[in-house]
């Protein structure tokens, strides 16, 4: 009896190896491929541009190619530092062809949005560069405040 216990051993061994065997062909031959998309990961994938058909399509074009040097031929005369008497028509022309490019890419409100930013950071600086000793000492005094109201804060809780 004791003689057949390796025999039983390789015959189970066999079984088992046959049976992983059909498992396995059965999944490779009922499983799918696996579909992965290799742009899956990419949160605004940017893609090639397609060519424009119809009269948009072809004013669209020609604003892409004459767009960039007017804003820079704007940009340029509003930092002209011969003072040209022009410069407030140049800022002006330069804010209309921004928000003009805005339209016509579909980012209107985003373009608006940056101008009113651009334009308080710029208020912000003239702020600073005509009364810039009253906002940095009131900067200062909130700072000393704060401070000040961290600390017995901090002791309180002692």
């Not at 560069?129 to 017995?152: E, H, K, P, Q």
Request: overall charge positive; aromatic content about 6%; glycine content about 6%.
């Amino acid at each position: 009896m004791r003689g057949l216990l390796p025999e039983e051993q390789r015959l189970r061994d066999l079984r088992m190896e046959r049976t992983r065997l059909a498992d396995e062909q059965e999944r490779a031959t009922t499983a799918s491929p696996i579909v992965h998309d290799p742009h899956a990961h990419l949160l605004h994938r940017r893609l090639p541009m397609e060519p424009q058909i119809g009269l948009l399509g072809r004013a669209r074009s020609w604003w892409a190619v004459l767009s960039t040097p007017l804003i820079l031929l704007a940009l340029g005369a509003v930092v002209n530092p011969r003072g040209v008497a022009g410069s407030e028509t140049a800022l002006v022309l330069l804010l209309v062809l921004l928000t003009v490019e805005g339209a016509v890419r579909g980012k209107f409100l985003a373009v608006l949005l940056r101008l009113l930013l651009c334009c308080l950071a710029i208020g912000i600086l003239i702020v600073l560069w005509l009364d810039g000793r009253y906002v940095v000492t009131s900067i200062f005094f909130l700072a000393a405040v704060l401070v000040l109201l961290v600390n017995i804060r901090e002791a309180w809780r002692r």
